[in-house]
C-alpha cells in the first residue's frame, strides 16, 4: 500500500510540474510548442505470464532566448501477479540563452522507482550549458553547476531520508538521421560532493523512426545506476524499450 501511496505522490508532482514551469517562461505569440507521447506494451501468456507498460509523454517550447523542455514517464510491470516494474520520473527544465550557444537555467527532477525501494530522489539543479553544435540537424550541448539532492530511500529500520549537495554533469545529443529518422543520446553525472565514491549515472539512448507524420515507431535503452542503493537491491536499473509515439 505504501508503494502505491508514493507512486501517487510522485504522480501529483508530475503535474504540478506542468503547471509551474510554464509559468517561469515569458509569454509570446511566437511560442510554439513541440513533443510526443508514447506507448510501449509488452505482454506474455503460456508458459510465462507477465506484462509490461510504458507510457511517456515530453514537450519543449523554444523562443528567441528561453528554451523550456519538460519530460516524464511511467514504467509498470509484473511477473504472475508479482510486481517486478514501478517507476515515474518527472522532470522540468527552464533555460535563458545569453547569447546563440551559452545559457543558464534551472532543472528540477523527481524520481520514484518502487521496486528498488526508492520511494522519491528530487534533485534541484542551476545550469550552466553550452551548445557546441547548434543546427538544422545536430544539436550537442554540455551542462554543469551544483545541485541538491533529497531521496527517501529503503524500508523498515533501514528506511533513510537525507538530503545533500553534489555537483551535476551533463551532456546530450540530438541527431536527424534522414527526413524521417532521428537519434538521441543523454548522459548525467551526479557525485555527492562529501564523498565522490556515492553517485548516480543516468544514461539514456534512443531512436524514432516515423511511419506518418505523426506517428513512428521508437526504440529506448535507459540504464540507472545507483553507487549505494537500498538495502538488497542492485546497483543498476536498465530498461529497453519498443513502442509507438504520436508526435504533436
Keep these: 500500500m505504501k508503494r502505491h501511496l508514493s507512486t501517487t505522490w510522485v504522480l501529483f508532482v508530475l503535474c504540478a510540474l506542468g503547471a509551474v514551469f ?18 510501449g506494451l509488452t505482454l506474455t501468456r503460456g508458459n510465462s505470464k507477465t ?10 517550447d523554444k523562443w528567441s532566448k528561453n528554451e523550456l523542455l519538460l519530460g516524464s514517464s511511467l514504467t509498470y510491470g ?4 508479482t510486481e ?6 518527472a522532470n522540468g527544465q527552464y533555460n535563458r540563452l545569453f547569447d546563440e550557444r551559452f545559457y543558464g537555467g534551472l532543472k528540477l527532477d523527481v524520481f520514484h522507482d518502487g521496486i528498488a525501494d526508492l520511494k522519491y530522489r528530487i534533485t534541484i539543479a542551476p545550469v550552466a550549458g553550452y551548445y557546441f553544435v547548434k543546427n538544422a540537424n545536430t544539436t550537442l550541448n554540455a551542462e554543469a553547476g551544483p545541485a541538491y539532492i533529497y531521496t527517501d530511500q529503503g524500508r523498515g ?47 539514456e539512448l534512443g531512436i524514432d523512426a516515423a511511419v506518418t507524420k505523426q506517428i513512428s515507431l521508437r526504440t529506448t535503452l535507459q540504464d540507472y545506476y545507483n553507487s549505494r542503493p537500498a538495502a538488497g537491491r542492485f ?14
Design 157 to 203: 529500520v533501514n528506511e533513510t531520508r537525507n538530503g545533500y549537495p553534489t555537483v551535476r554533469l551533463a551532456e546530450r545529443l540530438d541527431q536527424k538521421l534522414s527526413g524521417s529518422a532521428k537519434l538521441w543520446e543523454s548522459l548525467e553525472y551526479l557525485p555527492k560532493v562529501q564523498e565522490l565514491a556515492n553517485y548516480l549515472v543516468n544514461f
Design 51 to 60: 506484462a509490461l507498460a510504458n507510457l511517456s509523454l515530453e514537450a519543449k
Design 78 to 81: 509484473e511477473n504472475a501477479g
Design 84 to 89: 517486478t516494474t514501478e517507476a515515474v520520473d
Design 22 to 39: 510554464p509559468a517561469v517562461a515569458e509569454t509570446s505569440t511566437n511560442s510554439t510548442w513541440t513533443g510526443s507521447s508514447a506507448v
Design 235 to 248: 546497483n543498476n536499473d536498465v530498461r529497453l524499450i519498443a513502442g509507438v509515439a504520436y508526435n504533436f
